[in-house]
């Protein structure tokens, strides 16, 4: 193990949706202290949309589950003063940056300063065997005892697991594990994961003034089958993915936060009063 890094946290999320932008649903991790777990965080997050069922079949949670839960902002918070400035480690760390990023940016919060270890290439180069290097899979290369997977607290203690694996392995080895080695080139950090603002022409201004003075607006929108409609919106939040710009916005007819494709939204007016 590198000098230096005595005290880890280990992590992981599930999220309410598997396609699209992410939305935080529970959070869970342990803390390891020269090898040995002191403490553990686990909480589920309420989130502003529903619960795809697709996403239900992966980890189980349900509506009914989270009804009580608090919203991503508080949850993250109580999980920024658990890490405090320990280093994360998570499998295919980027995603769970991705997440973390995606819901500091939403609730205006500061990222967790420090970065994160991947398990994933660790296990790539120390467990080259492996069938493949999903976490279920290594942990059934390893024979490990069986447990539940895809709850966060249970895959961050398997993470950790697979991360003692690969130490294992490159102690065997007499490989030492620098930091530099560990981070790899470009380190994984929220703050390098959270979506940047998308840049608004002229005809979309007012959806930036509406989000400084949180007021209703009227999206004039074009679907994906040419079809016009106008929708009276609460913007809450714009964000660029993959190129393209989007608003997430609480559709005033439903109630429901809905993301919208900003190269559809033909103008915005001011919402009738």
Not at 90 to 102: E, Q
Not at 156 to 182: G, I, M, N, S, Y
Not at 225 to 247: D, I
Request: hydrophobic share 40%; proline share 8%; aromatic share 8%.
């Amino acid at each position: 193990m590198s000098q230096g890094l005595t005290s880890l946290v280990f992590m992981d999320t599930e999220t309410a949706t598997l396609r699209g932008a992410p939305f935080l649903l529970e959070l869970g991790a342990v803390r390891v202290v020269d090898g040995d777990a002191l403490e553990t965080f686990q909480e589920l997050v309420l989130p502003p949309v529903p619960i795809d069922p697709d996403a239900t079949l992966v980890h189980g949670i349900d509506e009914a589950q989270v009804r009580q839960a608090d919203f991503a902002p508080a949850v993250i918070e109580r999980f920024n003063e658990f890490v405090g400035d320990d280093w994360m480690v998570a499998h295919n760390a980027p995603f769970d940056a991705r997440v973390l990023g995606f819901e500091c940016a939403r609730g205006g919060l500061a990222p967790p300063p420090g970065p994160f270890l991947d398990t994933l290439p660790l296990a790539k180069q120390h467990l080259p065997e492996a069938p493949d290097h999903k976490l279920q899979t290594l942990c059934q290369h390893l024979e490990f005892e069986s447990g539940r997977h895809h709850r966060a607290l249970d895959d961050a203690v398997w993470c950790w697991r697979v991360f003692q694996a690969c130490a294992e392995d490159a102690e065997d080895h007499d490989e030492a594990w620098t930091q530099t080695k560990l981070l790899g080139r470009v380190p994984v950090t929220v703050a390098g994961h959270m979506p940047r603002p998308p840049r608004l022409s002229a005809r979309l201004r007012g959806i930036e003034r509406a989000l400084a003075e949180s007021e209703e607006v009227n999206l004039h929108y074009t679907s994906a089958n040419g079809a016009g409609s106008t929708l009276p919106v609460l913007p809450r939040f714009l964000f660029e993915r993959k190129k393209k710009g989007y608003l997430e916005a609480e559709c005033l007819r439903s109630g429901l936060l809905k993301t919208y494709l900003l190269e559809r939204i033909k103008r915005v007016s001011p919402a009738l009063t």
